[in-house]
Nanobody
Framework: QVQLVESGGGLVQAGGSLRLSCAAS????????MAWYRQGPGKQRELVAD???????MYADSVKGRFTISRDNVKNTVLLQMNSLKPEDTAVYYC???????????????WGQGIQVTVSS
């Protein structure tokens, strides 16, 4: 069984920083792209940033220059460093990964349970 577990959320004032971490565990053969999504109050879930297994990154326009995604392929983790946070960054943040479990031939899509980030003005 494969699971993703997020950590690092919380409450921060506008202009502050937080770092989210997501660890993949279980019977993992390989991990393809990893990503962070978020869902704000009354909004649809949106892609924040993603990173390929080779390290190529993509960011939503709303977070470019403020957020940085990175990964550790040995520890099977993905990080999201969030700087210059704004109240509109308030959301539940979800880790997502395409993982080939041991014994499988194709990638499966996995989600973390979500973690709350609240930015006060």
């Amino acid at each position: 069984q494969v699971q993703l577990v997020e950590s690092g959320g919380g409450l921060v004032q506008a202009g502050g920083s937080l770092r989210l971490s997501c660890a993949a565990s279980g019977r993992i053969f390989s991990i393809n792209a990893m990503a962070w999504y978020r869902q704000g109050p009354g909004k649809q879930r949106e892609l924040v940033a993603d990173i390929t297994s080779g390290g190529s990154t993509m960011y939503a326009d709303s977070v470019k220059g403020r957020f940085t995604i990175s990964r550790d392929n040995v520890k099977n983790t993905v990080l999201l460093q969030m700087n210059s946070l704004k109240p509109e960054d308030t959301a539940v943040y979800y880790c997502n990964a395409g993982i080939i479990p041991r014994g499988f031939l194709s990638s499966q899509n996995y989600w973390g349970q979500g973690i709350q980030v609240t930015v006060s003005s």
